[in-house]
């Protein structure tokens, strides 16, 4: 990995970051870490004596929602895994990061590793498991390869292998470097993947709590939820709750991608207003103004830029606006974008990425992208626009996991918000905004 | 309230009680209520991907598939409300967008699962405008014919047979989304001596059978009831004839002996029957030299030559040889014909050269338990048996049993794999086997 960038400023994050917080790019290595107070957490809990169940009563407590897109609370998850289960328990960190506008782990990876390891083995010890994967996404070779590193200096510092801290529990954690496939992000085709089988998703029940890797008890946790640890146990989960709002807790890094000025990563309390959020990364590019947001990733509803800016950025306020927080991916569009040519892309995404193992999904991905394709260059029919709503409502809830809903909510979420430009599109077989539009117009004037 | 250890599930408003464990798709066959389904079949594990089966449980926000939801006590399922018939009729719309409508030339036509449903929950006419999906075909083997694989419809059955019951992996899933294909093996083909069932599995015209293709419609065929004379186990076959000549053979399902498969030895060797160099017409050899009789003219001079002996020698000069695989009722009248004759001389061990033990024996050797039993046995020593090969779905019994933990051990000659997971196994030179059992 190419090092020889400057340092950035660490306030890049935004002032309240808690993971990202004195992070510059350059010192991701254990010693840096250290001296950021890193690994005391676990040194707290072996110093302590703190109990496992004390643990996850604390994660409860502070409010920890998933965040890997589902917001399921964490310390409930933990909670799950049989405690006096006699056999292997696994603990797995989900950072195949595959949504589109989502980046955040790769940056947790890349700049400050060694808090997802500390976030890893607490997690363990409160469930009791000995092995451990980490499970990176296929297109960040070099994020894996520092993974790697972080593993081998944490391991020569006694804080992960045998005997962790001269204490009595062990902990082996592996890094696992997947290829690329947006699928083998579903927890469970994470764990068929990690198994060495073709990554697809199984059914469930049973849940991976019971019956997960290798058909152990295993919890999978998102790589931002595991770096969001260290700090509770520091802190304490009342402390980190009140970084937030009742049942959203603490901070959240935003993937703020789009028309904005400053497109980056940006750690706020949860619950901050959007367009305070925006104001970090810049405001609008070139000034312009907001058209739609898509607030958690493209697999969850747009909303109008004006709901959004009224909105804000917690698991609970998104939901009441109509969308959903998902991994925190904020893609911005403004108006000089086209609704139905986003759509389109983000159609195209789920039809290449399906994995094919169930009829709603592999057959109607396809379909839906046809039909937004055929729209978008001209050979739209009326009737498109019911097909296309009526097609999604069969997709979604009837297949074994959740991407078959994550093709059709941006659908039939353009067409709710924006259905007059797409209605355009067929009518007149072009844009009705868009810089495109514009020049087409002009072309015709 | 249901019997202790038992589950009360509320099918379409009849109450049925299950054992734990038990899912929707069982409970309702129980009451005799039919799913649409094409992925479930009740000897492969649940797959759960072709989502036909979608029904509608009460307090379940979405509708569940049958084949893979577990009964829980007191819950109610409906197979054929509005919610479920929406999301069945809404699969099979999904089904048939890239299946091609090419029924009138597919040998499927007539016993299509994916046809009889489409009748039921499909439409007249599609949504779908675009562009549909091409598979290129396969070539497998000289049986299984995978010529229209644009049929498929990823139900993986054939894959999860392979890996299941036939003991050997060698069709699986290429490609995602809409790219998935069903392939062997790079370069290799499906050499299973059960792989015809792959043919009675696939729902569709995807695996047909390639000695069959285009050379009947499945109506047209009269259906006999017969057993196979292929091996020890009697299989039990549907013979299918147009006129008089076989067409195909089928598995006719006995719990008790086949279950519902067929080794590919029963289903296919009825090609021999119609094969160009079978003795079709008696001779007789005369000054060296065959010559084609009629009937009467054979039948008469076997009768001369019977007599023949009988008046010179007696009629216990005459010996009497029978086929092992001809049937009991066969063997029955082939020692009235040779009592009648006036000769006790009747066998049908045509290569068996020792006989010394026969005086040790009591009655008929046979195995000395129902063949459905064999599953319920502890541990299990083969002699020197090339199983796959003689006796192919007795080794799938073995291959279920010893999943399920019996214990199989082989002593056998040479290193044949039986695709069993066996507890020991011991290779000895042929000399040496009874040396190694005693």
Partial sequence: MNTAHPPFDPLVFGPDAQIMKGVDGLNWRLADYEARGGYRALKKIFAEKIAPDALIAEVKKSALRGRGGAGFPTGLKWSFMPRQFPGQKYVVCNSDEGEPGTFKDRDILRYNPHVVIEGMVIGAYAMGATVGYNYIHGEIWDVYERFEEALAEARAAGYLGDRILGGDFSFQLHAHHGYGAYICGEETALLESIEGKKGQPRFKPPFPASFGLYGKPTTVNNTETFAAVPWIVLNGGAAYLDLGRPNNGGTKIFSMSGDVARPGNYEVRLGTPFAALLEMAGGMRGGRRIKAVIPGGSSMPVLPGEVMMKTDMDYDSIAKAGSMLGSGAVIVMDETRCMVRCLERLSYFYFEESCGQCTPCREGTGWLYRMVHRIETGRGRTEDLDTLVSVSDNIAGRTICALGDAAAIPVKSFIQHFREEFAHHIEHKRCMVGERGAARDKAAA | ?438
């Fill in chain 2, 1 to 438: 309230m249901s019997t202790p250890g038992m589950l009360t599930v509320e099918v379409d408003g009849r109450s049925v009680e299950v054992p734990h464990g038990t899912m929707v798709m069982e409970a309702a066959n129980r009451l005799g209520i039919y799913v649409p389904h094409f992925c479930y079949h009740r000897k492969l594990s649940i797959a759960a991907n072709c989502r036909m089966c979608l029904v509608q449980v009460e307090k379940a926000p979405k509708p569940l598939p049958a084949c893979a939801t577990p009964v829980t006590d007191g819950m109610k399922v409906w197979t054929h409300s509005d919610a479920a018939r929406q999301a069945q009729n809404g699969v099979m719309e999904f089904l048939l967008i890239n299946h091609p409508l090419d029924c009138p030339i597919c040998d499927q036509g007539g016993e299509c699962q994916l046809q009889d449903l489409a009748v039921g929950y499909g439409q007249s006419a599609s949504r779908y405008g675009e562009p549909k999906r091409v598979v290129m075909h396969k070539d497998i083997g000289p049986l299984v014919g995978a010529e229209e694989m644009t049929r498929c419809i990823q139900c993986t059955r054939c894959i999860r047979f392979g890996q299941e019951v036939a003991g050997v992996m060698e069709l699986g899933m290429i490609g995602r989304g809409e790219h998935a294909e069903i392939v062997a093996f790079v370069g290799r083909t499906v050499d299973s001596e059960l792989s015809g069932n792959m043919i009675d599995l696939c729902p569709v015209g995807a695996l047909t059978s390639k000695p069959f293709r285009y050379s009947a419609r499945p109506w047209e065929l009269s259906r006999r009831k017969s057993v196979s004379p292929h091996d020890g186990l009697g299989s039990n076959l549907i013979v299918q004839t147009a006129g008089d000549r076989v067409m195909r053979v089928l598995q006719l399902e006995n719990e008790e002996i086949n279950e519902c498969w067929l080794s590919d030895r029963d289903r296919f060797s009825y090609q021999g029957l119609n094969a160009p160099d079978r003795l079709a017409q008696p001779m007789i050899r005369q000054g060296g030299a065959l010559r084609e009789v009629d009937w009467q003219a054979a039948l008469e001079e076997t009768v001369r030559l019977f007599r023949a002996v009988s008046e010179k020698h007696g009629g216990a000069a005459i010996g009497v040889l029978a086929g092992p695989g001809s049937t009991l009722e066969e063997l029955y009248l082939v020692q009235k014909l040779a009592r009648g004759l006036g000769s006790d001389n009747v066998d049908f061990r045509l290569r068996q050269w020792d006989f010394s033990a026969d005086a040790d024996l009591a009655g008929a050797p046979w195995l000395g338990m129902k063949v459905s039993e064999i599953e319920s046995l502890d541990r299990v020593l083969i002699v020197g048996s090339f199983l796959r090969k003689d006796q192919p779905l007795l080794a799938n019994r073995f291959r279920q049993a010893a999943r399920r933990g019996q214990q199989v051990n082989l002593l056998h000659v040479a290193g044949d794999d039986p695709l069993v997971r066996l507890q020991n196994r011991w290779m000895v030179g042929p000399s040496a086997l009874v040396g190694a059992l005693a």
